[in-house]
């Protein structure tokens, strides 16, 4: 013990007297703190984000081309071509990867693009309201709206996201982190970012494109029910990216919150309650629908500890199924190819084309005979919201009530289906949209994630928490011909039984 205490003790000794003659070297004034300002560069700005899209645009319409390439002039014979934009992105966190998206003014912006770029670790220099400046020159736009590679248009009533990268062969790949100090110039202006309030509709489509790429705010929203209890992005059927479906109270629109797998956060459990939300308007990896991304999970303010919009019932699920049944339906005698009619049925089509119809898969492993099904898969529908609705069940001269059915989907997509129930539907197609609809939260819907060759039981609901009035029990759909929106669902084997 006497030998490490001496060693120690040397050790301590040596390192003090190294700091001294270290110290004694160092003239007053040498340790002021570094110069950190920012000299403002010096650019002309001559273009604008939304001419980088109307390029893309012109190009497009006079060669088919999905990518523009920025001329540039080595020799200088022409000035270069600068736009201005104001971070709204950031990294600090994680959810943005090699990715600095800017906008065109810190508050109500009209225009906001993507830029990719072989670096990361940008908030410290690139934080969010610092304005910059973008030479384009021999900079690539590239865009895409989701849609199959014959129908991509950015003419097109269908949202896209615009990038700038550079071209290598036919692929948009990063700016080289070698290259980026020749491209990106950081002034020395700071503004506050107004996040611009956006609503969303029932089909799930923000009602301007042009706050793509922008710092947005819905005022009140909430997580859907069958996302509580789950974090952001930390559940083992996350993969890269975590998606949790957002309603907006106002509209009962859906936007999907996407989480990075790789983000500080990810295993946050998602808040209850309703509030505000202010993220970056994106789309997802393959551009097919829109996504709300985070820059930091404070930026959800949900202050309300009640939750708003639709109501639930929850009684949860039973292991009694009565012995009585008061209503129940395979479908087996419906006319295939055709809309579902007869057995009380109410077949209803409240925005667009599509309608329930009886169908037979081909597939030996996911056919159930004749079931129903509904998509908007083809219907260049821009919004698609069906009901199959039963007959009326009389709860007053039944107990211990339940419901089960089973589901398919040949690909969900973002379409959803859902279960509502009513006791004041007066009957009548006039009066569905005006009746109260309450979710029946506890019923197994498959999802997109789901094989689409599978069949999936609902569970056995329980309704004895529901009203004892009479009621009426609905399958709504929800889609649009938009690809990220047209899904299949299939419908079969539903049972109402009471004791």
Excluded at 80 to 88: C, L, N, Q, R, S
Excluded at 116 to 134: A, H, Q
Aim: aromatic share 10%.
């Amino acid at each position: 013990m006497k030998t490490i205490k001496t060693n120690k003790i040397r050790k301590t000794t040596s390192f003090l007297m190294f700091l001294f003659l270290i110290f004694s070297c160092v003239q007053d004034g040498d340790f002021e703190a570094p110069n950190v300002e920012v000299k403002e560069p010096d650019v002309t700005v001559n273009s604008d984000i939304s001419a980088v899209k109307s390029a893309l645009i012109q190009e497009f319409l006079s060669s088919g081309d999905l990518t523009y390439t920025f001329f540039d002039d080595e020799d200088a014979a022409t000035p270069p071509t600068i736009i201005e934009g104001y971070v709204v992105s950031s990294d600090a966190a994680g959810n943005f990867f090699k990715t600095l998206i800017i906008q065109d003014k810190p508050e109500n912006p009209t225009a906001g693009i993507e830029i990719t770029l072989n670096n990361s670790n940008f908030s410290s220099t690139f934080e969010v309201g610092r304005k910059v400046y973008v030479k384009l020159d021999g900079l690539t736009v590239s865009y895409d709206d989701g849609e199959s590679d014959d129908f991509i248009n950015p003419t097109n009533d269908v949202p896209g996201k615009y990038v700038l990268g550079v071209l290598d062969g036919n692929s948009l790949v990063d700016i080289p982190s070698t290259a980026i100090k020749n491209h990106i110039f950081r002034s020395s202006s700071v503004e506050e970012i107004i996040p611009t309030k956006v609503s969303v509709t029932i089909c799930g489509q923000v009602i301007t494109d042009n706050n793509i790429n922008t710092l947005v705010k819905l005022e009140s929203a909430q997580f859907a029910s069958t996302e509580l209890g789950k974090t952001f992005a930390g559940e083992s059927i996350d993969e890269f990216d975590g998606f949790r479906a957002l309603y907006e109270c106002e509209t009962a629109g859906q936007l999907f919150l996407q989480t990075s797998t790789f983000t500080s956060f990810k295993s946050n459990i998602i808040p209850d309650g309703n509030g505000e939300i202010t993220f970056v308007l994106s789309k997802d990896f393959r551009s097919e629908f829109l996504v709300a991304i985070l820059n930091k999970p404070s930026d959800i303010n949900f202050i309300n500890t009640s939750r708003c919009g639709v109501t639930e019932l929850n009684c949860g699920l039973t292991s009694q199924k009565g012995p009585n049944s008061i209503f129940s339906d395979d479908f087996e005698t419906q006319i295939r190819n055709s809309p579902i009619t007869g057995n009380g049925w109410t077949n209803f089509i409240q925005e667009g084309s599509v309608t329930w119809e009886a169908f037979t898969s081909s597939s030996s492993n996911s056919s159930l005979g004749v079931s129903a099904r509904i998509g908007s898969n083809g219907s260049n529908d821009k919004c698609s919201i069906s009901w199959l609705i039963t007959p009326v069940i009389d709860l007053n001269a039944n107990n211990g009530v339940t419901i089960k059915f089973q589901t398919s989907n040949s690909f969900a997509d973002n379409s959803k289906m859902e279960l509502l129930y009513s006791v004041d539907w007066d009957g009548t197609e006039n009066g569905i949209e005006s009746a109260t609809w309450i979710t029946v939260s506890a019923a197994y819907i498959t999802k997109d994630s789901d094989s689409f060759t599978t069949w999936f039981d609902s569970g056995l609901i329980d309704l004895s928490c529901g009203s004892k009035e009479n009621s009426y029990f609905a399958f709504k759909y929800t889609g649009s011909g938009s690809s990220a929106f047209d899904g299949t669902y299939e419908l079969d084997n539903i049972e109402i039984n009471a004791n």
